[in-house]
């Protein structure tokens, strides 16, 4: 199996094109940013201190970058050019925070000081004394005008690189989270295309707050991983990429020295990542338990107010809240001991060895380096802590993300059946068990070699006492199970043969606690299938009687249905359930306890709708309440999951066994509550 950073990447390709494309406009960006340090380095040593130099006496005003001083024209030893014709030279040098002028050539290195107006410059070779005039403000300035528009034009082309490197960025970002979303919206819709495919047994041991948090809470953190944490980290890659070639054009061996950091953070990120996927994991899964925890509370409102247990579910809520708060604690600490306390103790050392460095190299004279290098390299150490730091900060976001898709992925991994919807002939309606034995656990069996053989057409009943293995049957015939011992045929076809979607594209069932969506009324009963039109949706509704009440309600029809159909009364609900099975025109209709919440007057409603709908059609009733099931062609009587009797209802009655007990003690009920 692929490891969770692979298939993560693997969902990445498949918007290769779009995050490839903002790559290049994150390249583009970067590579115009860092040029920053190179400009301003170039405006300090070409045009700032560069005007302490030689300077060469011309005979005329040349050019723009000719100056004057005491109405004699100079020009920069290094803009001399060839047909300049040289009269004489001079130089201007910078003593503490004052400038002089030498009317001579004088060393530009070594040690300068100002003694009783004289200049005296020391060199391991030589000890030189001139006789320097300081400068006025107005005439330093002379000597700053021929800078003042090549500074004015770098500064330009420099505003003009941060704007285009703004548009880039803002490409970046655009392709890169419009790729994020699509990957995750990609994500979202497989896992929520397979859990349709895996089996039902998957939801009955598992809360739906869990799964919910699983499609919701935990790809939402992979979001945050694609759209914020990996834009991170690529950005200060390629970042840190850049700051450190432009680190190797300035001096190679303190570039060596900086590319420390990048084992230091590499380790660094290893520890983190081992505890911080511990602590991750834990709380992820309390995460879940929590929206479980919640889920069910909600749903059991009405129970736990009842029995006043809110103090009980209120402590179990707080355990779960209290674990959550203690790994978060957890998590939060490790990442306020070290990340912000590593980054700083780097850039401190880096800064140490930055002063070590070019103090120790000034202190040889032919080492001397220059203010705009020495800025440039300030600038660019610090940065390149700005996106260490970026990714320092990320890691509490990223292994959370990991542990996250790691959830994800195991909810796609869950063995699943892909869904084969071609069109199968439409049921006859001959259903048959053959030794069929069945167990939820693989070990204890629920029904126990179980015969039975049901003609097309027949309405078939299957009592019994709770766990006796009623519902097991319908399950198995639906196929939201498949039996580990023998065969359910249908028509002579095996059920295993045919896909589920196969079995089930020609039954209905109706359910003891019918579920009905958000919606309307309409929607509910055709399931928004556009097969089934308006006019058959409402004629299904009649068929059981109830357009009575439907006729009652403001929009009719249309009547909106919210979560839970909690307005609709468990009688209207059982009706509308019982409208969609028949809108959809089964072969075989299944109803499990559909009347056992029904009133007496709904019941007799559905049973004269059964009586008209029933014909040509395999009707197949579990039921507690056997007044309901007396007009049935035949009846199984179960107890433990084995079938102890069977016939219709008067031969069972004069076998007097189970189902003649059975019915003598529902009768009785029914006296007691007359009297």
């Known amino acids: 199996m692929k490891s969770t950073e692979k298939r993560l990447f693997a969902y990445a390709m498949f918007y290769k094109k779009t995050i490839f494309i903002g790559l290049i406009c994150l390249l583009i960006a970067v590579s115009l940013e860092l040029a920053g340090p190179f400009i301003a380095k170039r405006i300090i040593d070409e045009h700032i201190t560069g005007i302490e130099s030689t300077w060469y006496q011309v005979g005329e005003n040349a050019d723009k970058e000719t100056v004057v001083y005491k109405r004699n024209f100079y020009k920069r030893s290094d803009r001399f050019d060839a047909d300049d014709k040289k009269i004489g030279e001079g130089t201007l040098l910078q003593v503490n925070r004052d400038f002089y002028w030498v009317n001579e050539a004088v060393p530009l290195s070594g040690t300068r000081t100002i003694s009783n107006g004289e200049l005296i410059i020391q060199t391991p070779e030589l000890n030189k004394r001139y006789s320097p005039e300081k400068l006025s403000l107005n005439q330093l300035y002379q000597f700053f005008k021929p800078e003042q528009r090549p500074i004015v034009y770098l500064l330009v082309i420099y505003v003009l690189l941060l704007l285009i490197a703004a548009a880039f960025q803002f490409g970046k970002t655009f392709l890169l989270q419009k790729a ?172 140490v060895g930055l002063i070590w460095y070019f103090g120790s190299s000034s202190l040889g004279i032919e080492s001397v380096v220059s203010a705009g290098v020495l800025y440039a390299f300030v600038d660019y150490l610090n940065r390149l802590f700005g ?47 053959d030794s069929v034995s069945f167990a939820y656990n693989d070990e204890d069996f629920v029904l126990k070699d179980i015969h039975f053989n049901i003609s097309p057409g027949k309405t078939a009943a299957f009592v019994g006492h709770t766990g006796s293995g009623k519902s097991s049957i319908m399950n198995l015939l639906f196929r939201f199970y498949d039996p580990q011992k023998g065969r359910i045929m249908i028509d002579g076809i095996d059920t295993q043969t045919l896909s589920r979607q196969q079995v089930r594209s020609h039954m209905g069932i109706v359910l003891q606690d019918p579920f009905l969506f958000s919606g309307t009324i309409l929607s509910n009963v055709t399931m928004n299938d556009q097969d089934i039109s308006r006019e058959m949706a409402i004629k299904a509704l009649e068929s059981v009687g109830a357009d009575r009440f439907i006729a009652k309600l403001p929009k009719g029809y249309d009547e909106p249905v919210n979560e839970g159909a909690s307005t609709l009364s468990m009688g209207e609900r059982q009706l509308i359930s019982f409208a969609r099975a028949l809108a959809f025109n089964p072969a075989i209709l299944i109803l499990d306890e559909a009347t056992a919440n029904i009133d007496t007057e709904t019941e007799s409603m559905i049973q004269r709708a059964l009586e008209v709908i029933k014909d040509g059609r395999t009707t197949l009733v579990i039921a507690h309440r056997l007044s309901t099931i007396q007009q049935a062609d035949h009846i199984f009587v179960l107890d433990h999951g084995i079938i102890k009797e069977q016939g219709n209802h008067h031969q069972l009655i004069r076998e007097k066994g189970i189902y003649y007990n059975m019915y003598q003690m529902q009768q009785g009920k029914i006296k007691i509550a007359v009297s």
């Open 387 to 433: 996106p260490v730091n970026d990714i320092v900060n990320q890691l509490p976001l990223l292994e959370q993300a990991r542990v996250a898709s790691s959830r994800v992925f195991e909810l796609i991994d869950h063995e699943g059946e892909e869904r084969r919807n071609e069109p199968i002939k439409r049921y006859d309606g001959h259903v048959i068990f």
């Open 180 to 351: 994020s979303n699509r990957i995750v919206q990609k994500m979202r819709n497989d896992v929520f295309h397979h859990t349709q495919k895996v089996p039902i047994n998957y939801y009955v041991d598992r809360p739906a707050g869990k799964i919910v948090a699983r499609i919701t809470n935990d790809t939402e953190a992979v979001r945050d991983l694609y759209e914020r944490v990996l834009s991170i980290f690529i950005t200060s890659i390629i970042y840190m990429a850049g700051i450190y070639v432009a680190l190797f054009l300035l001096d190679a061996r303190l570039a060596v020295f900086c590319l420390l950091l990048i084992p230091i953070v590499y380790y660094w990120m290893k520890l983190y990542k081992y505890f911080g996927t511990k602590y991750n994991t834990v709380i992820r899964s309390t995460i879940s338990e929590i929206n479980g925890n919640i889920n069910e509370s909600i749903r059991g409102m009405s129970i736990i107010q009842a029995f006043s247990k809110e103090k009980q579910v209120k402590s179990e809520f707080e355990i779960l809240n209290e674990r959550h708060f203690l790994y978060q604690r957890k998590l939060v600490k490790l990442s306020a001991l070290t990340s912000h306390n590593l980054v700083t103790v780097l850039r401190n050392l880096a800064f």
